[in-house]
């Protein structure tokens, strides 16, 4: 069965949530989608059944708060906002990231 592109993203959602937050400042779910698929040049795509749920808990870990806004077309959302604890969380998440594809580049290097 063919992987679909979104596969790339199991264990990534929060690192790349938090780091959007992070640069982007506050955003909605969709702002949120939309900036991971443009910055990706259409390689990433978060599909909202996981984004929501993954909002959802990071909210409750703490990592991220929300408060609802107007959005620039007059409709309400829920806007996410990275939280002190948040940028912390973001750095352990990086650092396993980089220990991932360091050891990822090492296995492709030797074979």
Known sequence: MPK???DKLQG???LL???TLESRGPLHGYGLCE???L???????IEEGSLYPALHRMEQDGWIASEWEVTDK???AKFYLITPRGKK???EEQEKWNRLTR???RVLRAT
């Open 39 to 45: 910055v990706s040049d259409d390689l990433l795509q």
């Open 89 to 91: 969380q973001l750095a």
């Open 4 to 6: 679909s592109p979104n």
């Open 74 to 76: 007059g409709r309400r």
């Open 17 to 19: 949530v938090l780091r």
């Open 103 to 105: 050891g990822v580049t």
């Open 35 to 37: 900036h991971v698929h």
């Open 12 to 14: 990534t959602l929060t």
